[in-house]
Structure formats: C-alpha cells, structure tokens
C-alpha cells in the first residue's frame, strides 16, 4: 500500500501470476445463464470475475474458493449485483499490479492505494474505504502528533512506504521487519514504541494476541505545511484505496463505482468495516485532499469522493 508496498513490478511477478493456479473452482468456460447485463460488463470470460490477490487477512485471504476478509466482502456484495461470479487466482502484490496491467485478469483488490503513476496503467475504482494513519501502540502509552514520535523507537515493514516516512522523523530510530509479526513482537517487548501498519491487521492482533497488550491509535495527520517541509511524511496522512482494472475494462470500473457508491449510501459498507473493527468515522470519511488529487487525473474536475452520508456521485 503506497498500498503501503513498494511500486515496483518485476517480469517475474508477471510470469508468477500467469503460471499460478486459480483457487476457484471450474474451468474458463463462461457459466450458464449469463445475465446480458453481467455478459455486457466486458470481463475476459462472460460472467466471470477473474480477481488477483494475495494472501493478507483481514483484508483478503481465499478459504474454500471464496475471498473474504473486507475487499473480499466488499467485492462479493458488488459482484452479486451486478450477476458476476468471482474466480480468485492467489500472487504477490507485484503481481497483482501485473496481472491488471497485462489484462490477464479483470481485476486486482486488497487496499490497493489510488496513485497518479499507478493510474497511467489500469482504472482505479471510487475509494471503497480510505486507510488512516494507524499505529499500534503499547496499553497506556498514547501518540497523537508525528512530534510525539521524535526521538523513539518506530518500526514497520520492509519496504512499506512509512519506512520513508519514520526515516524523516528526528531522532527516530528505524526497525523494519520481514512481516507484521516482527513489528508486534519488539512492541510487546518494549523494544520498539510505535508500530505502523495497516489499521485493520493491528486490530486483528490486539484480538489474536491479547498477551501483547497492544492498542490501535490513529495519527493527527501533519499539515499541508509539514509534508511540504518533508515530503516523505505524506504517508502519515490518510490515502484512498480502490479497486484496479486494466485500462480496457472502463464499462466495469463505471459499474463497480456505481456499486461502491451505493454501498455508503444504503449503511452497506459502514456495516462491512465494523464487522472487522474499523470505525467508519476513520474508513469512510475522506480527508481534504482525496478529492484533489484525483480532480483532473482520473476524475472529473467536480468529482466528490464518496463519503458516509452522502453519495459519492
């Protein structure tokens, strides 16, 4: 993700999505009984969804052929409406960004951040939620400015955007780790302060390990005038997710926008986050500078993002 993950995708990325077995059942013969509407939509097979993930509960994660976790319920619930089934085929995140960009799937899902390069070379839904600055903290301790940070001990994922981002925090000191469970560890042991990592995967582990004493806290974002002074603390501000399409499919992107929309309008969606304990007030309300920086690039100059309360036409 940004998507917190590096940018980059390798030709081997690419040629581990096209060899990996696809975790659905069938073939690629389109289904029986496929609605016009669903055939209309443009996807590789008529009626089907062929989506791109990567294992990363509780955003998504393929058990018995389904996705599940939050894009993947998300998406289920779009998918339905529009007469869709959907076939997951399991990758890196590179090679999620590759499949899309080669069109060898319709779709890639899983807290995918919206981005002006990113956007050059697929589609970009509206935002289905927006991720906020999350830290996980030790009980009792509590951090609300990026001046509360100054002189700790920060850690986070290799190659995640945020190392950037500790980097430019005076006196801070940088752990980065092979994965999120290196970061949880030194916090339960007091070696590290603060953590940085996706809000809903430091709420799943204050569940699944209680013993760490953790708690999940959200980061006042720096102003317009301290990313400007430091660049690289953008990343402590909050970004928009999306669902990303190849370049070709914009008929399913109009159609899956319209259906994300709907689903702030109507409670769906707010319902969805609280099932895997995000607080809407932080998901589903955009900060000041999500409609801007899509104004003009892949949105209309009046685009509004959708929001709780309000439809995102």
Same mark, same amino acid.
Not at 69 to 75: F, K
Not at 98 to 114: E, F, K, L, P, Y
Not at 260 to 286: C, R, S
């Given at each position: ?14 040629? $581990? ?9 069938? =073939? ?16 590789? $097979?008529?009626?089907v ?14 058990? =018995? ?6 894009? =993947? ?5 779009v998918?339905?409406?529009? =007469? ?7 990758? !890196? ?23 002006a390069?990113? @956007?050059?070379?697929?589609? /970009? ?7 906020? #600055? ?7 301790? $509590?951090?609300?400015?990026?001046? !509360? ?6 850690? $986070? ?54 013993d ?8 006042? #974002? ?13 990343? /402590? @501000?909050?970004?928009q997710t999306? /669902? ?34 995000? !607080? ?20 209309? !100059? ?12």
């Amino acid at each position: 993700m940004i998507r917190t993950r590096s940018l980059a995708v390798s030709l081997s990325a690419l040629l $581990t999505l096209s060899t990996v077995a696809a975790c659905g059942s069938g =073939g690629d013969d389109a289904p029986k009984n496929v609605s016009a509407k669903a055939a209309s939509l443009g996807t590789l $097979t008529p009626g089907v969804l062929k989506v791109a993930v990567e294992p990363y509960a509780p955003y998504t994660s393929v058990q =018995g052929g389904k996705i599940v976790g939050l894009d =993947g319920d998300i998406l289920a619930s779009v998918a339905k409406k529009l =007469g869709l089934q959907i076939k997951p085929q399991v990758t !890196d995140f590179a090679g999620m960004l590759a499949g899309v960009q080669s069109h060898r799937v319709d779709i890639t899902i899983g807290g995918v951040a919206w981005s002006a390069d990113r @956007q050059k070379q697929g589609l /970009f839904t509206d935002p289905p939620y927006y991720s906020p #600055p999350a830290m996980a903290v030790r009980d009792g301790k $509590t951090y609300k400015t990026v001046d !509360d940070l100054l002189g700790l001990n920060l850690g $986070t994922v290799e190659g995640y955007v945020w190392v950037k981002s500790i980097q430019s925090v005076p006196g801070a000191k940088l752990h980065a780790y092979p994965d999120a469970n290196g970061v949880f560890d030194d916090l339960g042991a007091g070696r590290v302060d603060v953590g940085f990592l996706d809000p809903l995967i430091i709420i799943a582990a204050q569940k699944q390990r209680p013993d760490l004493k953790i708690a999940t806290q959200y980061l006042t #974002p720096p102003t317009a005038a301290e990313v400007k002074a430091k660049p690289s603390y953008q990343y /402590f @501000q909050q970004y928009q997710t999306g /669902f990303y399409l190849p370049k070709q499919a914009t008929g399913l992107e109009k159609a899956i926008s319209a259906r994300i929309d709907a689903m702030y309008t109507d409670g769906e969606m707010a319902k969805l986050v609280k099932k895997y304990g995000g !607080d809407p007030e932080q998901f589903l309300k955009p900060a000041a500078g999500i409609a801007t920086a899509r104004r003009g690039v892949d949105r209309p !100059d009046d685009w509004t993002p959708p929001s709780v309360g309000r439809s995102g036409q």
